[in-house]
């Protein structure tokens, strides 16, 4: 679908967003600000807030690497943003080959090509974007196929030259140990060590 609708898109920029979640007010005007301010980016997300029912009660909070070297670091092991943070130029994602059809990996497979490319992502340290989890979100975070196309998806990332052996080996083998645990460990995995959960 999003491999199809970008080539759709009539304007300059795209501005991503998922349609059960949600936008700050201030999202737009302060992404292209940073466009504006910073001559070393080309794409801009943020932090992200996570919620379950009422976007007023967030459950935990994803921060992510904010400037362009620390995101492109980052990005060799963990995926650097959240998709429907993006702002991002039309014409830079057909440049790196537009989407293509990954099982739950075509978002990360997209930025690290256009990083590879030398663009830059820069991350607002705000929580722009309010995003709804599921029950089953961590859930399908893990199983033989998620952990198969995971693999598959940084294999060509080592094999493209973006990361390295050790980066391949620490991620892969860190997220198969992760995706094949039991959901209920899953979930307790990533609310421990990869968000900062609110509390009360």
């Given at each position: 679908m999003l491999r199809k609708a970008v080539p759709l898109c009539r304007n300059t920029y795209i501005a991503r967003m998922d349609a059960d979640d949600y936008s700050s007010p201030e999202r737009l005007s302060k992404q292209f600000a940073i466009l504006d301010q910073r001559d070393d980016v080309d794409i801009v997300g943020c932090?992200?807030?996570e919620f379950m029912d009422d976007v007023t009660e967030p459950v935990s909070h994803v921060v992510?690497?904010?400037l362009p070297a620390d995101a492109l670091r980052f990005a060799k092991r963990r995926c650097p943003m959240r998709h429907p943070a993006l702002l991002y130029r039309k014409d830079d994602v057909l440049a790196a080959g537009n989407y293509r059809?990954?099982?739950?990996?075509?978002d990360y497979d997209l930025i690290v090509r256009m990083l590879h490319r030398g663009l830059r992502l820069y991350n607002v340290q705000e929580p722009l974007v309010s995003m709804r989890v599921s029950p089953d979100f961590y859930a399908r975070r893990g199983g033989p196929r998620f952990v198969a196309c995971m693999v598959r998806t940084k294999w060509r990332f080592l094999v493209m030259g973006f990361s390295s052996l050790p980066d391949f080996l620490v991620s892969c083998l860190g997220q198969t140990f992760v995706g094949l645990m039991p959901g209920s460990f899953r979930a307790w995995f990533y609310k421990t060590f990869l968000r900062k959960e609110i509390i009360g």
């Open positions: 932090n992200v807030d992510l690497p904010e059809p990954l099982y739950t990996f075509e």
